[in-house]
């Protein structure tokens, strides 16, 4: 009789340890389709009136696997040199859906306003969706904070990705 019990109880066991390691497999091959490097088309807008949108540019964001990310922008706002690359992280919260924080460093202000940038940090916080195995959207916010914390400047913008790929580079 134990022994019926102990067998019941074991084959329960791996039933439950195989079916963690699947779910386990299947949240890494999903957080591994957002892993790369992709060309980004940002359109900032105004938050209160998405109407209201600015010239579009580009940027590259690359997704290492382990949640880290790293980005580099074209934004005709920033003057040569006065934006560092974005560092940051990104995870999966399922479904093809991840959330995606950047920071950077603003170091100096700008000659002109607008867009009158002091130094200090840009953070941007972006919801991702990839909608195919290369493309994704987001949608998120863009905030910049003087060398105290504080926060003079904020926006919208959403953005197109389509990842790098041997056939689709220039």
């Keep these: 009789m134990k022994s019926g019990i102990a067998e019941t109880l074991a084959r329960a066991a791996g039933a439950l340890l195989v079916g963690i390691l699947v779910l386990a497999t299947g949240t890494i091959a999903s957080a591994q389709s957002l892993v790369g490097t992709w060309r980004v088309q940002v359109v900032q807008y105004n938050c209160a009136n998405p109407t209201i949108t600015f010239p579009p540019f580009y940027s ?16 005709p706002s920033l003057v040569p ?38 130094i200090g940090t840009q953070k941007i916080v972006q919801a991702v969706v990839v909608t195919d195995p290369n493309h994704f959207t987001t949608n998120g916010t863009v905030n910049f904070f003087t060398t105290s914390g504080t926060n003079y400047l904020s926006g919208c913008a959403k953005s197109y990705g389509t990842r790098l790929t041997a056939d689709n580079t220039p």
Aim: hydrophobic share 25%; glycine share 12%.
């Design 60 to 75: 590259l964001l690359s997704f290492h696997q382990g949640g880290t990310e790293t980005e580099t922008t074209s934004n």
């Design 81 to 118: 040199g006065q934006r560092t690359s974005g560092h940051g992280f990104w995870k999966s919260l399922g479904s093809d859906q991840y959330s995606m924080v950047v920071e950077a460093f603003i170091l100096s202000n700008s000659p002109t306003t607008p867009p009158g940038l002091q």
